[in-house]
């Protein structure tokens, strides 16, 4: 109002931004930056699928340990188990080697259930994988091939060996498997979903 008159006014028109300058400066808040809220377990999410890798690899571990344990093969000449015809894997090296393979699944999974999301976790989880099924395969080949070996060293009718592949190569093989499935299932940082 000037001199008793009502004048119409028009908004000022704002002012001319600068480029990245938000709206308004405010002073920096006073409220303490706290941690972000812990990511929770949502189906998909990669913490999620990071904990099922981790059980995955523990259970691949006890399946590879029992395996070692139990027999790998047995040879029986008609009928019966021949002196030091059978063996299990910790008789060899091969029983130790897949046993420390399960020891590095063991200590990845409990590293992925820290939260740990690094590439090196993907890593040794399918090393180990590899590792293990390798040694299972080739030991279920030469557990299979143990009866003609037999045959031509001692001269024995290949009608009376009988050569056959123990549950403890099939555990530690299917071990192995596990922890592949759970190397691929592995998410890392910034991998996305």
Sequence with gaps: MIDGVTVPTRPMPPAPRRRGASRVDLPASPVPNYPPPRPRLLPGSPLRRNVIAAGLALAAAALVVIGAAMTWYRIELGGVTAPGGEATGFEGNDGLTVAVAAGVGALVAVALLFGRRDLWCKV???????????????GIVDASAKADKVSDEFGVPAGRIAAEVGPGLWLVLAGGATDLAAGSVVRRLGAGT
């Design 124 to 138: 040794l989880l399918l090393v180990a994988g590899g590792v293990t099924v390798v040694i299972s395969a080739a």
